[in-house]
Each structure stands twice: as C-alpha cells, then as structure tokens.
C-alpha cells in the first residue's frame, strides 16, 4: 500500500505534504509607504503566484485580516486568486482572523471554503465612503486654497470647501452601483449556501458563529487544525512572503522639495486624515 502511495503525484495524496500560506493583513487600498501596511494588487500579486506555483501543494490557503478599504483593489485579489486557482487547477481555503469585513470579505468570496474563529467578523456587505472636511482650516493657518476648474463638477467632495448636497447625491449613485456588484459577487460564490435573511446584503456584519448560520462561511477554525484534520498530521504550513527592502519601496514622483507651503501643509492633513480614516476602519469592528 505504502509503495501504490509513493507512485502518486504529491497533490493526491491524502496525507503529507507543505501547503503555502498567504497572509494578507491590513487595509485594502492603492499606493501604500514603507511605513504602512496596506493591500493591494500590487503588493499581493508577487505572493500569490509564488503560493500556486507550488506544484505538489494540495490546496492554497489565505489568512485574511482586513476591515475593507478600496471596491476596485479589493475585487482586484479577488480575481487574481480565482484567475490563479483556475489555471493551476488550486483548490483556495480561507481563514479569517480578526476580521474580513467589506473589502475583506470580498476578497474571502475567492476561496473554495471560509473558514472563520466563532469570535471572528465577517460580512459588512455594502459600500461606504468617509472623509473629513476642512473648509475652515487653511484659512486659520494663513493658507489660501486656489483651485481652477474646466467643467462644472470637477471639483466636487473637495474637503476644504463645503458639502453640496448634489456632490452627496452623485455621490450615492455610485454607491449603489458598486453595491450591486458586491451582492452580485455573493451571490455568485456562496449561491445556495446563503441563508434567506434580508440584512445579509444590509452592511451588518456578524460573528464567525453567526456568519455560518448566514451561509457567509463555511466553517469554523484555525487554519493550523483544518489543514491538519483535513490533509494529515504530518502536513506543514509554509508561510510566502513578498519581495521586501529595508526601507520599502519609495513613492514614485514624490519629492518634498517640489512642494511649496501650501501644499506640505495639505499633504500633511490630508495624511493625518487618511491615517485617522484607516483608523476608523479597524475601530468600526472594535478592533
């Protein structure tokens, strides 16, 4: 029997064997700075073709931890880790930890099989866009904002000036229409498992315990036990890491001695603001 197991490719045993593991933690969005961690295709894609490139590996299994963040990149991983699993013929297992909530949760509809901690969160099925205004502060500092336009809404949702409330209501418009592409994604991925309740597409969000009730995963556990349970005791978990610098990859085009006062001054805010922002992302699930 031992020597029928041997003669098998790797991928089909049952027991044995590595599988890679990515780890994708942060808030979903485009750019990033050596000093904050954030996701995006960018920085995922290296990671995830390294991770189905291993041939002999069974399964590919994502952690996720993210509150959310960008639609565009967070469907972005998406499609990469099904593009992936579908032409290296990869089954794709997550496991959530803290959370996957909105963006988060979008890129965990990429696995075959969700796999949640009962105090995990899960869900936040909607779309929501915040900011901060600050159409006074530039004057109290002895700034003064020129802004020159061709076309009449060019300018619109501008935080230094005051909210119009037809920049709220275009606004909406296109929170609806990228809300529909999120169901439609649900639908699509967890099809019958999805429990007949009217708040999953709400932008609630729920426990591990509550999301399998939902049909918004499929199980609960730790990612070590599952993999082990399910493809044997000897199974090892290797970790895949992305390309890294000791300082990280500097921001193209930006250069502080190309900035006047005005501007640092804006760009200062408009950092402080974007870093109080992925803030309130995290502490919106009491992270």
Do not use: C
């Amino acid at each position: 029997m031992s020597f029928l197991k041997r003669l098998l490719p790797k991928r089909f045993r049952k027991k044995g064997g590595t599988i890679p593991v990515v780890r994708l933690h942060g808030t979903i969005m485009a750019g990033g700075s050596q000093f904050k961690q954030t996701l995006n295709i960018a920085s995922v894609a290296p990671m995830l073709d390294k991770a189905f490139s291993k041939k002999d590996a069974p399964v590919v299994a994502i952690s996720i931890n993210s509150p959310g963040g960008s639609p565009v990149q967070s469907r972005l991983i998406f499609q990469r880790i099904r593009a992936l699993a579908e032409e290296k013929d990869k089954k794709v297992l997550i496991f959530v930890e803290d959370v996957a909530a909105s963006g988060g949760y979008m890129i965990a509809l990429a696995g075959d099989e969700i796999f949640a901690d009962p105090t995990s969160i899960v869900g936040s099925i909607g779309v929501v866009s915040g900011g901060f205004g600050f159409p006074e502060l530039l004057r109290k500092i002895g700034v003064e904002r020129r802004v020159y336009t061709a076309g009449e809404n060019k300018a619109i949702l501008d935080p230094f000036q005051p909210e119009k409330e037809g920049d709220i209501e275009y606004l909406k418009t296109l929170q609806l229409d990228i809300h529909k592409v999120f169901i439609d994604m649900v639908k699509l991925r967890r099809g019958s498992r999805l429990a007949e309740d009217a708040t999953i597409f709400s932008g609630l969000f729920w426990t591990g315990t509550r999301g399998l009730d939902l049909g918004l995963i499929d199980g609960l556990g730790d990612m070590r036990d599952v993999l082990k349970r399910r493809y044997g005791k000897e199974t090892k978990l290797e970790l895949i890491g992305g390309a890294r610098t000791l300082f990280g990859k500097r921001v193209p085009g930006v250069s502080l001695g190309s900035f006047n006062g005005g501007e640092i001054a804006a760009a200062a805010t408009a950092g402080l603001a974007e870093g109080l922002e992925e803030r309130a992302l995290w502490s919106r699930y009491g992270l």
